[in-house]
Nanobody, 119 residues
Framework: QVQLVESGGDLVQVGGSLSLSCAAS????????MGWYRQAPGKQRELVAT???????NYADSVKGRFTISRDNAKNTVYLQMNSLRPEDTAVYYC?????????????WGQGTQVTVSS
């Protein structure tokens, strides 16, 4: 089983910065994606950014140029540096791990961490 533990959510002012981290533990196969999703009240969960174990990244258009995802493979930890935060970035941010063994993908989620951007 895999566990994801997030940290770093907080209340921040518009234009401020925040850094999230997520540490994964358990059996994690070499082929995997780690990433961040978010869900605002009354909205569906949406992708923020993902990163492969090889370091390839993907971002939602709304965060490109402001957010940076990175990971430490030795620690099985993924980070999200968020700059120039806007009120619309307010949401619960969830860490996600997708890992594959043979032809089966396994999908894991963290418990979520609240990010609130105040104007």
């Amino acid at each position: 089983q895999v566990q994801l533990v997030e940290s770093g959510g907080d209340l921040v002012q518009v234009g401020g910065s925040l850094s999230l981290s997520c540490a994964a533990s358990g059996i994690i196969f070499p082929i995997n994606f780690m990433g961040w999703y978010r869900q605002a009240p009354g909205k569906q969960r949406e992708l923020v950014a993902t990163i492969t174990n090889g370091g390839s990244t993907n971002y939602a258009d709304s965060v490109k140029g402001r957010f940076t995802i990175s990971r430490d493979n030795a620690k099985n930890t993924v980070y999200l540096q968020m700059n120039s935060l806007r009120p619309e970035d307010t949401a619960v941010y969830y860490c996600n791990l997708k890992t594959r063994r043979f032809s089966t993908w396994y999908d894991y989620w963290g418990q979520g961490t609240q990010v609130t951007v105040s104007s």
